[in-house]
């Protein structure tokens, strides 16, 4: 897919409630597993496409509402530490090919039936992630979008280049749990930084995922790079000091 086929995808993708009993043909699903499997690569995640199965829909919670006749699902795993960013990140790219080969999908948290979902996960794997996928009954609507200016900033009260402000825009676009986008991205320099900020959902860290694709597709003629919010450097400062800490209060 080229950058003019995934603004596309970017721009045309609801998500869906509702799906129709048509089956997916398998020209359209080697290239779903394709995707899976280069990505699994790239990231060390495990995600896997499930065909025809309509049991993992029922019996699911529905405090956010029920999904009537999913029969296909891409399933999010991966190791116990394994980036919530990427679980978003690298699902949004399948959820985006998807798209522009003429499906619909809606994330899901909670929706699915645990019990009932077609997945071996290895030792130290988790369940993370369901996405409901097939032809949907209708094309979905679009969510309210945040004001660009709480989406983003430039450090110093600079204008927003051009290219920035198409990345916002990409973002204002991306899904996220209960349509809240806690996240921000901070222009500083030559560096985009991330800002996860807080939810009570739990997918704050897959909500920013999902968003850092739709920026780096939106800001494509842009020339930068990602830099380490303040939360993500405390994160490594921790992980490379515990070790001596433990060290000491052994002594």
Avoid at 16 to 28: G, L
Avoid at 96 to 114: S, V
Avoid at 159 to 187: C, I, N, T
Wanted: one cysteine or more.
């Amino acid at each position: 897919m080229d950058t003019s086929d995934l603004l596309a995808a970017v721009k045309n993708r609801h998500s869906v409630r509702k799906y129709s009993d048509r089956v997916i043909p398998e020209p359209i699903r080697a290239q779903l597993d394709v995707m899976a499997s280069s990505s699994n690569a790239e990231s060390g995640l495990s995600m896997k496409v499930v065909y025809d199965d309509p049991e993992a829909f029922r019996g699911g919670a529905s405090l956010y509402g029920r999904l009537e006749g999913v029969r296909n699902y891409i399933i999010l795993s991966g190791v116990g530490d394994s980036s919530e960013q990427d679980h978003g990140y690298y699902g949004q790219k399948l959820v985006l090919l998807a798209q522009h080969l003429g499906l619909n999908t809606c994330w899901t948290g909670l929706t699915f039936n645990k019990k009932k979902v077609q997945v071996q996960l290895d030792a130290g794997e988790k369940l993370s992630l369901v996405i409901a996928l097939g032809y949907g009954l209708d094309s979905g609507k679009p969510h309210k979008l945040r004001p660009l200016a709480k989406l983003g900033s430039v450090f110093g009260g600079e204008p927003m280049p051009d290219w920035f402000v198409e990345g916002l825009e990409a973002v204002a676009l991306a899904p996220s749990a209960r349509h809240q986008q806690k996240y921000s991205f901070e222009l500083k320099g030559d560096q985009v930084i991330p800002h996860q900020g807080g939810s009570l959902t739990g997918y704050t860290g897959v909500d920013l995922g999902i968003a850092k694709l739709h920026f780096e597709i939106g800001a494509k003629a842009g020339t930068w790079n990602w830099g380490l919010s303040e939360e993500q450097i405390g994160v490594l400062y921790q992980r490379r000091y515990r070790g001596r800490r433990s060290l000491l209060w052994a002594l």
